[in-house]
């Protein structure tokens, strides 16, 4: 008996598909595969009458996933992660050697993982050297030589106009806890000279409530450890909201903290790994980004 043939997924239909559930907008999804709209709800026609199931759930505003379309999307990302190893490991240049990567104390506990993960799937046999610093110690030893990228604090004075990301800073604490209802208001913060804890600290004088200083950590994970216990609330990127930290907001009477900035300094003739790390930090922080626009917007 002859096996029935199946069809194959093209990718570009599972692209497509991954960038709805990304955006949640067909507009925005055909931004990012470069195509039309009309074009993306063809091939969302042509998949979901190859699979035979109904993939989304559309109104006038939005577009979700079905329950069969959250099963497809798993299958779909990780068709396309294969692809896309498979063809950068053949395509894109063989690298080796070392890249020195400088990355902030604060927020580096977000970026790195997707930045080393992206990295180490095209370019496995260069080393990459990670140094944890603060801002001001980055921009000097980038400058000076001594690293090859820089990601730090932007600042248009010393660093331009150009700048890799952008966030909101938001308070964030326990959920279900009650250190944002004490008085002084508890607060876990990094280090004197981090542009979080400067924008936290002038936004509270300026509606002057009363707070105290709890807990300094030099790393951001020491914040999340402090506000995990409910212990205290911080000032961090939206990034790091989850199902145990909460944000909070004007509700609680907090003031808006407005968003940050990161820049990446690359050393003059760093040479083509740190070129291919550069382009891999660019899209990491864009992947945050988009991931923060579609789960807080």
């Not at 604060?106 to 180490?120: C, Q, S, T, W």
């Not at 105290?212 to 961090?236: K, W």
């Not at 909201?241 to 003059?268: F, H, W």
Request: a negative charge.
């Amino acid at each position: 008996m002859l096996t029935p043939t199946l069809p194959n997924l093209d990718m570009d239909l599972a692209r497509t598909m991954v960038a709805i559930a990304d955006t949640g907008n067909f507009s925005r999804a055909a931004e990012r595969v470069h195509r039309s709209a009309s074009a993306i709800s063809l091939q969302v026609k042509k998949l979901e009458d190859m699979v035979g199931r109904d993939l989304f759930r559309r109104d006038a505003r939005s577009v979700a996933l079905t329950a069969d379309g959250e099963i497809f999307l798993g299958y779909a990302r990780r068709l396309l992660k294969l692809n896309d190893e498979a063809f950068s490991r053949f395509l894109s240049p063989c690298c080796e050697g070392s890249v020195r990567l400088g990355v902030p104390n604060d927020n580096g506990v977000v970026a790195m993982p997707e930045i080393l993960r992206r990295f180490a799937r095209t370019h496995p046999k260069v080393e990459v050297e990670v140094r944890l610093d603060r801002t001001e110690e980055l921009r000097r030893r980038c400058w000076s030589g001594e690293l090859d990228l820089a990601i730090y604090s932007h600042d248009e004075r010393l660093d331009g106009p150009d700048y890799i990301h952008s966030e909101p800073l938001v308070w964030v604490g326990a959920r279900g806890g009650l250190a944002v209802a004490e008085t002084p208001l508890p607060l876990a913060l990094a280090d004197a000279g981090c542009a979080w804890r400067g924008m936290a600290l002038a936004a509270l004088d300026v509606r002057d409530i009363d707070y105290r200083v709890a807990y300094t950590s030099e790393f951001c994970t020491g914040q999340l450890a402090a506000v995990a216990a409910d212990l205290a609330i911080a000032p961090l990127p939206i990034s790091v909201v989850s199902d145990d930290i909460v944000q909070l907001g004007a509700e609680r009477g907090l003031p808006p903290l407005g968003n940050y900035r990161m820049t990446l300094a690359r050393r003059d003739g760093a040479g083509p790994v740190a070129d291919a790390l550069a382009a891999h930090v660019t899209a990491s922080f864009c992947a945050i980004a988009e991931r923060g626009t579609r789960l807080f917007a």
